[in-house]
């Protein structure tokens, strides 16, 4: 019995069978199902006749960043494992059929010339791809009758990718458009997440989902309207379980500042500047009351020696490390700016204070998309040395800021959690 093998119709009627272009560019949004598509024309073009196909991406650290284990996951869900054979660095067809996979950034001029001869190449996140990358791949990819597949998200009009293939036309390209309405393998845990990101942030969702780009202009995490729907919020009825967020100065001109809540509201604060860690120490135990209630601290410099002693004395504490590694990998490129975004959530459901001083640290702290380092595009929020350059407010350094995130993050891995359980607003 033959196993009918499907590939989106827009797909195999554009790049497949009406198409005798050299570069073959599926764009769009996420979910279009571009991945799978690609990577079983390539699997069955490899069972046709013997070929040298070479995968690669803009950075690849480990074979674990390529897309290796999709075309694995695919043999193994087409039944193709009488013919393909994975090994540690390649995929292997009993006719002689090899694919390779590599990151473009460890290549020069000469080095690339072992992905010489290649009969098909795969670009994978395309548009990350940077000028240097292009400008040598493209030309070692020349035997007659080869192929170059890209598969990119449009970020912005400025990338490589992007001036080459849709602000320039080229002859020897063809460009399709895919979004997820085609894609005949969009799950319903899919849509689940695309309706939260429209939820969350329209705008981004947008781009996301539906592939349009990116303005160029500056990011802020948390827009003004949600800030004052948070300032403005009157939540009468308090419960749920408390919590404390703690932001121990580093310098000398920096805050300290803690927060208190209960569910969704602040219901006390503490600021103070210029005073020793001991009397640090000794408000923040004032402040918490209860050695049982939760405390997120800061664990750089200062905090870190204040978490020491709390510990010590019975006190229930998380350290939170702000460039340490955030539990949503796939969003965020560390701690910090993943306690921002958490916070952006919430912000239409919390009831924090009044103080303009909080509302203007808020709303101006920027974001930008970076390529990460493990090898993909994520978010990551601005420094607070790039905050002060230039932040209009009292205090040039977001301590306010920086302890009400603490006070609403909810990190998973958390060992308290195991105590307070995890529904903690």
């Known amino acids: 019995m033959t196993k009918t093998i499907e590939i989106i119709g827009k797909v195999k009627d554009t790049l497949v069978n009406n198409c005798n272009k050299r570069h073959r560019i599926i764009v769009g949004g996420r979910g279009k199902g571009a991945s799978w598509s690609i990577a079983r024309i390539l699997l069955l073009k490899g069972m046709s006749e013997p070929r040298f196909i070479v995968c690669v991406r ?22 193709l494992g009488f013919f393909y054979k994975p090994y540690i660095s390649e995929i292997r067809g009993i006719n002689g059929t090899r694919f390779i996979f590599h990151g473009l950034r460890e290549f020069n001029a000469d080095n690339i010339k072992s992905l010489e001869g290649a009969d098909d190449a795969w670009v994978a996140e395309a548009q990350t791809i940077s000028r240097r990358s292009i400008n040598i791949f493209r030309p070692t990819i020349r035997k007659e009758g080869s192929t170059v597949w890209w598969d990119f998200n449009p970020r912005y009009e400025t990338d490589s990718i992007y001036i080459d293939y849709i602000l320039n036309k080229d002859s ?24 939260s990101d429209y939820d969350r942030n329209p705008e981004e969702a947008e781009h996301i989902w539906e592939g349009k780009l990116r303005a160029m202009g500056d990011k802020y995490v948390c827009p003004s309207t949600l800030v004052d729907i948070a300032i403005n919020n009157d939540i009468e009825k308090v419960d749920g379980k408390i919590m404390v967020g703690a932001d121990i100065a580093h310098q000398g001109g920096d805050e300290i500042i803690f927060y208190r809540r209960q569910g969704l509201k602040i219901i006390d604060s503490y600021i103070s500047r210029f005073q ?30 204040i978490a020491d002693y709390l510990e010590r004395d019975g ?33 239409n459901h919390i009831d924090i204070p009044n103080d303009q001083e909080l509302r203007s640290q808020l709303i101006q702290r920027k974001y930008n998309y970076i390529g990460g380092r493990r090898g993909y595009e994520v978010m990551k929020i601005e420094s607070k040395d790039d905050f002060k350059e230039h932040a209009i407010s009292i205090h040039k350094s977001p301590d306010r800021a920086d302890a009400l995130v603490l006070c609403f993050y909810a990190a998973k891995s958390s060992a308290y959690l195991q105590d307070i359980g995890h529904n903690i607003f």
């Not at 458009?177 to 689940?192: D, E, G, K, V, Y």
């Not at 020793?276 to 050695?291: C, E, H, M, S, Y």
């Open 58 to 79: 803009e950075v690849q650290k480990t074979i674990q960043n390529s897309v290796k284990k999709l075309l694995e996951d695919t043999i193994e869900s087409l039944g």
């Open 172 to 195: 020897n390209a063809e460009v399709l458009w895919l979004n997820w309405r085609q894609n005949p393998w969009f799950t319903n845990s899919m849509i689940m997440e695309k309706e």
């Open 276 to 305: 020793n860690a001991i009397i640090t120490l000794q408000d923040l135990k004032a402040f918490v009351i209860d050695r049982s209630i939760p405390i997120n601290i800061d664990n750089g410099d200062i905090g870190k020696a």
């Open 315 to 347: 006190y229930l504490v998380n350290r939170i490390n702000f460039g340490g590694k955030p539990i949503d990998e796939i969003h965020y490129e560390d701690t910090v700016t993943e306690m921002y975004f958490n916070l952006r959530d919430k912000l």
